[in-house]
T-cell receptor, first 114, second 111 residues
Framework: GAGVSQSPSNKVTEKGKDVELRCDPISGHTALYWYRQSLGQGLEFLIYFQGNSAPDKSGLPSDRFSAERTGGSVSTLTIQRTQQEDSAVYLC????????????FGPGTRLTVL | GDSVTQMEGPVTLSEEAFLTINCTYTATGYPSLFWYVQYPGEGLQLLLKATKADDKGSNKGFEATYRKETTSFHLEKGSVQVSDSAVYFCALSHRDDKIIFGKGTRLHILP
């Protein structure tokens, strides 16, 4: 069975440009999470979706970051006016509520802002 | 807020050595505890977990016991292999909630 997939695997962009990162969760997983992994900060939570709603957006670092989820499946994380400090690996995870708290992670998107 | 503290790396050991990576946590209530592993060039994988006090999680020769009295979840392996070289993350989560990770410990095993 397919795991969590993310695209693109690598993205290089110029400072000030907008980027969109995509996550396809495991089929049937209603919970979806975005995390960021950077050298200085380790692994940080960004946002959590249950279905199409986001009850916890507390980790989004600024209003340049937004995310949406449609059809209870695919999610897109958008970063507007990218800055060099946005360079990181963006990880997506999905889980089944009540499934023992285990989250399944995708391979990540490595974002480099020049 | 909740937090996880794990020993700084890198940790370098010879093959067949005994491994301990220390992890302590601060949390309200009774979270589940995890160890995740990230092998070079690969994604994050769950290594083992424990959901309540005194539970022992185990996988691939690794073990960790949920110690509520010391708020710890130390990772141990009796005899490490070169293939165990990776970054290890201690983490906690409350039911259906985000995971809070430690900073990670890079492990190098020398042949």
């Amino acid at each position: 069975g397919a795991g969590v997939s993310q695209s693109p695997s690598n993205k290089v962009t110029e400072k000030g440009k907008d980027v969109e990162l995509r996550c396809d969760p495991i089929s049937g997983h209603t919970a979806l999470y975005w995390y960021r992994q950077s050298l200085g900060q380790g692994l940080e939570f960004l946002i959590y979706f249950q279905g199409n709603s986001a009850p916890d957006k507390s980790g989004l670092p600024s209003d340049r970051f937004s995310a949406e989820r449609t059809g209870g499946s695919v999610s897109t994380l958008t970063i507007q006016r990218t800055q060099q400090e946005d360079s990181a690996v963006y990880l997506c995870a999905s889980s089944v509520p009540g499934g023992g708290d285990e989250q399944f992670f995708g391979p990540g998107t490595r974002l480099t802002v020049l | 807020g909740d937090s996880v503290t794990q020993m700084e790396g890198p940790v370098t050991l010879s093959e067949e050595a005994f491994l301990t990576i220390n992890c302590t946590y601060t949390a309200t209530g009774y979270p589940s505890l995890f160890w995740y592993v990230q092998y070079p060039g690969e994604g994050l994988q769950l290594l083992l977990k424990a959901t309540k006090a005194d539970d022992k999680g185990s996988n691939k020769g690794f073990e960790a016991t949920y110690r509520k009295e010391t708020t710890s979840f130390h990772l141990e392996k009796g005899s490490v292999q070169v293939s165990d070289s990776a970054v290890y993350f201690c983490a906690l989560s409350h039911r259906d909630d985000k995971i809070i990770f430690g900073k990670g410990t890079r492990l190098h095993i020398l042949p």
